[in-house]
C-alpha cells in the first residue's frame, strides 16, 4: 500500500487526509497541536465553555465534500441563521437581513425602495456566476495561457453569457464601485461591503475588494446560496466530523506531532518527514497543509529559490482580530430588535466610507479607531456551548495591523465601548475576555503573520498564479510534494476545497 504523510491537521489537512485514506492509501497525518483544525478549531478557552476560536460561521465548504466524507452522520450539524444579519446605525435605525424575500424587501425598502427593487438581481447575478464558478473549484485552475480560449468559451457557451459585465465588474472594480452600480442607500451598501474586506488586507474603496465580496458568496448552507451557518459544538465541529470520516477509512492522526524537516533523496525527491523529536516517517509523497512559507521552512534550503522567492515575497499583511467573549446577559440594543434578531451576525460599521478609514488608519503599522465589528452569539441557537444563563460571543474586527498587535488590549475595550454605545449595559455583562491579534493568530493557530488564508487573495494570487505561476494543480518543484491547504487553489476560508484538490492529484499520479 502507498504511504502518504500529510503535514497539518487543520480543516484542509483533514479533508486530504480522509480523502486519501478512502482512496485506500496508508496515510498518516501529523498536526502541530493537541488541538485539531487549525483556525477552524473549538476551544475551551474558560473551563465549560465551548468557543470557536478564530473562523465561527460555515458556508464555503461545497455539498460535494459534505456528501463524500459523509460529515453529517459524524456529526457535522450545521444551525441556520434567519435573520442571518443585523446592521446597526447611529441613528437608531437597523437593518435586519431575513431570509425570506418578501421580509427582506421590507428591511430594504426602509432605507430604499430603488434597493429593495434591486437587490433580488443583485443575488441572483452573484450566485448565479458562483454557480458557474464553484466547479472550477474543485479541480487545477486553467493555465494561464488557456484563460482567454476559456473565458470565451464559458461565455460562448452561455454560463456566464447574461453575467459577463457584472463578472468583469467583480474582477477589476473596488468593492464600493461595484455596489454603487447597484445600489443608493449607504445603509445597505456599508453591511454588503463588509463581504468585500473580511479577512484581506483592503478597504472597500480599493481596487481587487469586488473579488473578495464574490468569494465570500460563493458558499451555501443548506442548499441555500451566500448563506451562512453556525456549527453546533462550535468549529472545530467541522473539523472533528472530517477527522472521525478519515478515521473510519483508516486515517491515522497524530497531535503534538510538529513536523520539523520534510526529507529529500538523493534524487531531491520527497521520501519522508523528520518530526521535532527526531523520529522519522518514510513516505511515497508528502503533502503539505501548512502554509506555503511553512512548508519552504521545512525544507531548510533545498525549496526551488524562485518558487521560495515568490512565496515570501507574497503578502500576508492582514488585520484581522478575534475577541472571544462570555457574556452573563444578552446586549440589549437600543434600536430594540425582536431578541431572535441576535441570532445573526450583529454588524457595525455603518457607512463604506467607515469601513474605509478603519483601515487606512490601520495601513501603515496602526489600529482602526473606530473598527469593522461583526459580532455573533452563537449561544443564541447553541446550548452545548456554555451553560445556561451564560452566553459565548464572538466578535470578528479589523483592523489590528501585525505592528499594532501590543496594542491588543486597548483596541479590544475600544470595540467593547462600541457595542456598549450601541447597547448600554453590555460592558457589564461580560465575565470572560480574550482578544487574539494577528501576533497571537500566529503564535496559536501557526498562521504566518496572522493571515487567515495563507497568503494573500488579490487577483494576482488566485487561480493559475496560486500559490506560485506553474504550481497551481498542487504540485511543487519537488518531486512527490504537494500542497494541500490555504495557499493551494482556490485558497482561505472552510471550504476543504484545497485539501480536496491536492488529495485528488496525489490519487492521479503516486
Ligand atoms: C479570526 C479568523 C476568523 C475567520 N472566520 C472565518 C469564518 O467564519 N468562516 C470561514 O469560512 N473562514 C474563516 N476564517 C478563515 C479560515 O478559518 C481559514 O482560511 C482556514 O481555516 C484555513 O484552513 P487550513 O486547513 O488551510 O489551514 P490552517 O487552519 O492554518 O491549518 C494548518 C495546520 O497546520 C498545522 N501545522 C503548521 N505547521 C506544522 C508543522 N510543522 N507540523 C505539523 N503541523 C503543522 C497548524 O497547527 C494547523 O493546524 C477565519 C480566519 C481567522 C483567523
Redo the contacts with the bound molecule.
Keep these: 500500500m502507498r504511504k502518504v504523510v500529510v503535514?497539518?491537521?487543520?480543516?484542509?489537512?483533514l479533508v486530504c487526509g480522509a480523502y486519501l485514506a478512502r482512496a485506500g492509501y496508508d496515510t498518516t497525518l501529523?498536526?502541530?497541536?493537541k488541538i485539531?483544525?487549525?483556525?477552524?478549531r473549538t476551544e475551551e478557552v474558560w473551563e465549560g465553555i465551548k468557543t470557536s476560536r478564530?473562523?465561527?460561521?460555515?458556508?464555503?465548504m461545497p455539498e460535494k465534500i459534505k456528501r463524500e466524507l459523509e460529515l453529517e452522520r459524524h456529526g457535522l450539524e450545521i444551525l441556520e441563521r434567519n435573520p442571518s444579519g443585523l446592521s446597526l446605525f447611529p441613528d437608531g435605525s437597523y437593518l435586519a437581513f431575513h431570509g425570506d424575500p418578501a421580509e427582506l424587501r421590507t428591511e430594504i425598502a426602509k432605507f430604499s425602495e430603488a434597493d429593495a427593487d434591486a437587490y433580488p438581481a443583485y443575488e441572483a447575478n452573484l450566485a448565479a456566476i458562483g454557480r458557474a464558478i464553484e466547479p472550477a473549484m474543485l479541480r487545477p485552475p486553467p493555465s494561464l495561457e488557456s484563460m482567454p480560449s476559456l473565458a470565451w468559451d464559458s461565455v460562448v457557451n452561455r454560463k456566464l453569457w447574461d453575467h459577463r459585465f457584472t463578472l468583469t465588474d467583480l474582477m477589476g472594480m473596488s468593492g464600493s464601485e461595484f455596489l454603487d452600480q447597484w445600489f443608493e442607500s449607504e445603509q445597505l451598501k456599508s453591511v454588503l461591503a463588509t463581504d468585500a474586506v473580511i479577512?484581506a488586507w483592503l478597504g472597500p474603496q480599493d481596487p481587487g475588494s469586488a473579488y473578495v465580496l464574490l468569494h465570500h458568496v460563493m458558499g451555501e448552507t443548506g442548499g441555500k446560496a451566500g448563506v451562512?451557518g453556525y456549527v453546533r459544538g462550535g468549529?472545530g465541529e467541522v473539523s472533528n466530523s472530517i477527522a472521525r470520516a478519515g478515521e473510519e477509512h483508516g486515517l491515522t492522526i497524530l497531535r503534538e506531532?510538529?513536523?520539523?524537516q520534510i526529507v529529500l533523496d538523493d534524487r531531491k525527491r520527497a521520501k519522508g518527514v523528520r518530526l521535532e523529536n527526531g523520529s522519522y516517517l518514510p513516505a511515497d509523497a508528502v503533502v503539505c497543509?501548512?502554509?506555503p512559507r511553512?512548508m519552504c521552512r521545512?525544507l531548510d534550503g533545498e525549496m526551488d529559490e524562485a518558487y521560495e522567492k515568490r512565496v515570501m515575497r507574497t503578502s500576508y499583511k492582514n488585520g484581522?482580530a478575534?475577541i472571544n467573549l462570555v457574556l452573563n446577559a444578552l446586549p440589549q440594543f437600543t434600536c430594540d430588535p425582536p431578541e431572535d434578531f441576535l441570532r445573526g451576525t450583529i454588524h457595525i460599521s455603518p457607512t463604506v466610507e467607515y469601513l474605509q478609514v478603519a483601515f487606512d488608519e490601520a495601513r501603515h503599522g496602526d489600529m482602526s479607531s473606530s473598527p469593522m465589528i461583526e459580532m455573533t452569539i452563537p449561544s443564541t441557537l447553541d446550548d452545548t456551548l456554555a451553560p445556561n444563563g451564560l452566553w459565548v460571543a464572538n466578535i470578528?474586527t479589523q483592523y489590528l495591523s501585525w505592528e499594532a498587535s501590543d496594542r491588543k488590549d486597548a483596541y479590544r475595550e475600544r470595540v467593547i465601548d462600541i457595542i456598549d454605545e450601541n447597547a448600554p449595559g453590555f460592558r457589564d455583562s461580560i465575565v470572560q475576555k480574550e482578544i487574539?491579534s494577528p501576533q497571537d493568530?500566529q503564535n496559536i493557530?501557526?498562521?504566518d503573520e496572522?493571515n487567515?488564508?495563507?497568503g494573500g487573495m488579490g487577483l494576482a494570487s488566485l487561480g493559475p498564479m496560486r500559490p506560485v505561476p506553474g504550481y497551481a494543480d498542487f504540485t511543487t518543484p519537488i518531486d512527490r510534494l504537494f500542497l494541500g491547504?490555504?495557499?493551494a487553489h482556490p485558497g482561505?476560508?472552510?471550504?476543504g476545497m484545497?485539501?480536496h484538490n491536492a488529495a485528488q492529484k496525489v490519487i492521479q499520479t503516486v
Design positions: 503535514i497539518g491537521g487543520g480543516h484542509n489537512g501529523l498536526e502541530r497541536d485539531l483544525g487549525g483556525a477552524a478564530a473562523s465561527y460561521l460555515l458556508s464555503l479577512c451562512w468549529m506531532s510538529p513536523v520539523a497543509c501548512a502554509s511553512a521545512m484581522n478575534k470578528f487574539l493568530l493557530m501557526g498562521l496572522g487567515a488564508f495563507h491547504g490555504s495557499g482561505g476560508g472552510v471550504t484545497p485539501g
